[in-house]
């Protein structure tokens, strides 16, 4: 490269904006209220200087203005992230956003903004959010946060039959995380005020299959006795017919584990009632009771000594 052309190149950067140019000019463009144009210009900012604490809580604002409620809860987690002395500030924008993405029914941006404010501001209250960030959780497969959230907001419900509908989620959540003690008391809370029908025939539900992973844990710990009132209780009405024949299997595997070959019998015949050929329950049921039958066949005569 020629040395003229080194020089071109020097002066052609030399008149690239800086980070601070943009900041400038979106600031002006801020305070004439055209809040689009200073949006491009703190993106541009930032994108000279990445992390610029200052540029992310402008960018925010702006993009809020806008509506651009994805790009406000990026900055605003970005400004709480990036530094922990302005979190307070960063979970003021996050829960503006969310409540500004609702009014504007983005329920996906209002549950982000909730969710980035969890992360920055874990000890703040969420107040009349804590159903839309409780639910958003449990959709996500969070289930650690939805059963942090799920009580409060059920307890800040109001309505009766909301508060017994986010319980039931709660209830499965717990399901899902194992802990069939709390899930129990909770559908059988449900269960016994009646308040919502739908809700409570979904308790039923629920109760079964806790019962279920209840007996199977035990099962594999070695507690077949403990398991079989377990079973017992997934076989009740208002269980789902799969719950039902996953228990009929447990007991089975209870019965033979304490030497009653009969009973096993019994209760793997019972599983295979209401399946189809080849579905897993079904063969898991049929290769159970093949294998007792081979164990019962007599042993091979001894072949003839000639």
Known sequence: MSRWAVVGVALALACQPSAADHEELGDRWYGGGAYRDALAEYQLGLKAHPGDADLEAKLGAAALHVGDYATAVNAYIALGEGDRSRAGEAADGLERSARAALGANDRSDAARGLAGLRAVAPTRPLGRYARLAALDAADRGDTAG???LLPGAAAAAGDPRMTDSLLFVYGMAAVRARACSTAVSVFEGIIRRQREPAVADGAREGLGLC???????????????????????????????????????????????????AGALESYQQVLSGGTPGDTLTQRAQDKINALGKADAPSPAPPKQP
């Not at 997934?234 to 009653?260: C, E, N, S």
């Open 146 to 148: 939805a059963m942090a």
């Open 211 to 261: 019962a279920l992973v209840e007996g199977q844990r035990l099962v594999a710990a070695g507690k077949p006795t403990e398991a079989e009132d377990w079973f017992r209780r997934a076989t009740a009405p208002g269980a789902p017919a799969v719950v039902v024949r996953g228990a009929f299997l447990g007991l089975g595997d209870v019965k033979l584990a304490q030497g009653d070959v």
